[in-house]
C-alpha cells in the first residue's frame, strides 16, 4: 500500500502542475481582445487548479496515501516540488519559462518543504476516527472556503477587464461551494460514525 501510496503521489502531483501549466497557455486571439469568453473561462481553470487550496490538498492528499505519520510528512514536501518542478521544467522545455523564471520562483520551492510537511501529516491524520482525524479532514474545505475572501476574489477592481473580473467571481464561487459541500459531507460522516457505539477507530496513524 505504501509504495502504491507514493507512486499516486507523484502522478497527482504531475497532473496538477501540467494542468496548472496549460491554464496559462494564452492565444493571440486572447491578447487581442477578439477571444474574451474563451480568456474568461481559461482564466476561471487557472485560478482554481492554481489556488492555494489546490496546492495545500495536494499535499494533504499525498500524507493520506502514504498514510504512516514520517512518511506522511515526507510525501508533502516532495509532492509539492515535485509539482513545482514539472510545472517550471515542461514549461521550459516548450519555451514558456527561462532561467529567469526559475530564479524567481524559487520562494515557491522554499514553501514547499516549509509547508508540504506539515500538510502531508494532516493527511495522515485525516484516517483517525478521533477528534483530531475530524479537524483534519476539515482542513482542506476549509481552506477551500476561506481563500476567496482571503484573496478578494469578491472584490475585484471594477477597472480590469471583464474576464479577470468574471473569472475572479466564478472560482471563488466555485471554492466556496466546494468548500461547504465538504465540510457538510465530513460533518454529517463524523456524525453518522460517532452514533454507531460498536464501531472501532480505522486509524492506523
Keep these: 500500500m505504501t509504495r502504491r501510496g507514493w507512486g499516486l503521489v507523484v502522478v497527482a502531483a504531475s497532473v496538477l502542475a501540467l494542468v496548472s501549466l496549460a491554464s496559462n497557455v494564452t492565444t493571440a486571439g486572447q491578447l487581442e481582445g477578439r477571444a474574451d469568453t474563451l480568456l474568461a473561462s481559461r482564466l476561471t481553470l487557472s485560478q482554481l487548479v492554481n489556488a492555494g487550496t489546490a496546492w495545500a490538498g495536494l499535499a494533504v492528499l499525498s500524507g493520506w496515501l502514504v498514510r504512516r505519520p514520517a512518511p506522511a510528512a515526507a510525501a508533502g514536501v516532495v509532492a509539492l516540488l515535485t509539482a513545482c518542478v514539472v510545472h517550471y521544467g515542461v514549461g ?114
Design 92 to 205: 521550459a522545455a516548450f519555451g514558456m519559462f527561462d532561467r529567469g523564471d526559475w530564479a524567481a520562483n524559487l520562494f515557491w520551492l522554499a514553501a514547499a518543504v516549509v509547508v508540504g510537511g506539515p500538510l502531508g501529516l494532516v493527511g495522515a491524520i485525516a484516517h483517525r476516527a478521533d477528534p483530531w482525524g475530524l479537524a483534519a479532514r476539515l482542513v482542506v474545505p476549509l481552506g477551500a472556503m476561506l481563500e476567496p475572501f482571503v484573496v478578494g476574489r469578491f472584490t475585484t477592481p471594477a477597472i480590469l477587464p471583464w474576464p479577470n473580473r468574471v473569472a475572479d467571481v466564478v472560482s471563488g464561487l466555485v471554492l466556496m461551494v466546494a468548500g461547504v459541500v465538504g465540510c457538510a459531507r465530513i460533518l454529517v460522516a463524523g456524525r453518522r460514525r460517532t452514533a454507531m457505539p460498536g464501531q472501532r477507530p480505522t486509524a492506523d496513524v
